[in-house]
Nanobody
Framework: QVQLVESGGGLVQAGDSLRLSCAASGRFFRGYAMGWFRQAPGKEREFVTS????????DYTDSVKGRFTISRDNAKNTMYLQMNNLRPEDTAVYYC?????????????????WGQGTQVTVSS
């Protein structure tokens, strides 16, 4: 069984930065691609970014390209999401998850082992 725990969310102003972390327990982390999703109130969960098992390739949704950076440290079983120049429309609960299909994958159905989420709120 694998557990994912997100942290690092908070309340910031537009233009600020945050770094989210996703800590994984269990043996699945190192061999699997992973991703970040977000869900705003009243909206469906949407893909943000993903990374291959070795960090060699990444995929971003257009709205975060140039502002967000995904990375991972397999030695620490941790994935990160550096978010710069945050906008009010980035406000959501952010989730990390492990891909159960092949990378790249942008649909939530292609992911398993979700974390509980961390709230990011960006004020204007």
């Amino acid at each position: 069984q694998v557990q994912l725990v997100e942290s690092g969310g908070g309340l910031v102003q537009a233009g600020d930065s945050l770094r989210l972390s996703c800590a994984a327990s269990g043996r699945f982390f190192r061999g699997y691609a992973m991703g970040w999703f977000r869900q705003a109130p009243g909206k469906e969960r949407e893909f943000v970014t993903s990374i291959t098992w070795n960090g060699g390739s990444t995929d971003y949704t257009d709205s975060v390209k140039g502002r967000f950076t995904i990375s991972r440290d397999n030695a620490k079983n941790t994935m990160y999401l550096q978010m710069n120049n945050l906008r009010p429309e980035d406000t959501a609960v952010y989730y990390c998850a492990i891909i159960r299909s092949t990378w790249p994958a942008r649909s939530p159905s292609e992911y398993a082992y979700w974390g509980q989420g961390t709230q990011v709120t960006v004020s204007s």
